[in-house]
């Protein structure tokens, strides 16, 4: 029946059948499982890449390297599954060294930005190396979002895959325009070519072309970090499926892990994923 859907090709309520990565083998190693490099934190904000970088360890990323401001070495071990790479700041912002982001984007394959950066006055100069540099998944999520919302023309011809997390501030911010979230973020995805998970009680995850919506969750998720912990998902899942695949898969995994984690209990408590 018509219910107001425009322009929306194909629809899908993501469920259980939601396609997760698949098991491992028994003959797995590391080097299967794919490279994930967060590139994240200040020093008002060193925990944000932490969640994100734990989070794709707990995803089932091979390996994970933590690139965050060299004054955040106490947060280590906070991620000790992980390896570092400490990045130089200015005024407790990370700082854009051509050669450690030349190799980030040599040995990743997936890549977050954005997570805990705050202002950062060389996040748009980093984004702009990135996506002419790199040939795998960038998820920009955060910070990140905001420094897009200012200067989208860093996106023009990237190289990468991409994926945009944002939540509905963001989303304004990136969209002006009117329209509800679903055309804001197809809208979005067709004109920056990527796929866009607009977060909310109901996520609509769009490349353009294909529109799914998210309803697992709880309302324990609302607060500071739940974005974070999506976008470490998102990055190791993004090593071994197709992109519009693995943003569902990683919704829904969030979503329902915390729904049957806190179903009965207490939905102000949420301390861990």
């Known amino acids: 029946a018509p219910i107001g859907l425009k322009n929306v090709e194909t629809v899908g309520r993501l469920t259980a059948a939601t396609d997760l990565p698949p098991a491992r083998k028994k003959n797995s190693h590391k080097g299967m499982f794919g490279r994930v490099y ?13 969640l994100t970088a734990c989070a794709a360890v707990a995803a089932g990323a091979g390996y994970v390297t933590l690139c965050a401001p060299d004054c955040n070495v106490v947060y280590d071990r906070n991620a000790a599954m992980c390896t570092r790479l400490p990045l130089p700041t200015v005024d407790g912002c990370i700082a854009f060294d051509e050669p450690l982001f030349a190799e980030i984007c040599e040995k990743a394959d997936s890549i977050v930005i954005g997570n805990g950066m705050g202002a950062a006055p060389d996040l748009g100069k980093m984004l702009r190396y990135i996506t002419a540099h790199f040939h795998g998944v960038l998820i920009v999520d955060a910070d ?9 023309a860093a996106l023009v011809g990237h190289t990468c895959k991409l994926l945009l997390t944002p939540h509905p501030g963001e989303l304004r911010r990136l969209d002006e325009s009117d329209g509800d979230p679903i055309e804001r973020a197809k809208r979005l995805a067709t004109e920056l070519d990527c796929v866009v998970a607009a977060k909310n009680t109901v996520t609509v995850i769009s490349d353009g072309k294909d529109c799914l919506f998210n309803v697992e969750g709880t309302p324990a998720l609302a607060k500071g970090g739940s974005g974070d912990v999506l976008a470490g998902i998102a990055a190791a899942y993004a090593c071994r499926l197709p992109l519009l695949r693995a943003t569902a898969a990683a919704c829904y995994k969030l979503g329902r892990t915390a729904s049957r984690r806190y179903a009965g209990k207490d939905e102000n408590a949420l301390l861990s994923f």
Request: glycine share 18%.
């Open 38 to 50: 967060v590139i994240g934190g200040s020093a008002r904000m060193p925990g944000a890449p932490v």
């Open 144 to 152: 990140g979002l905001n420094a897009l919302a200012k200067d989208r």
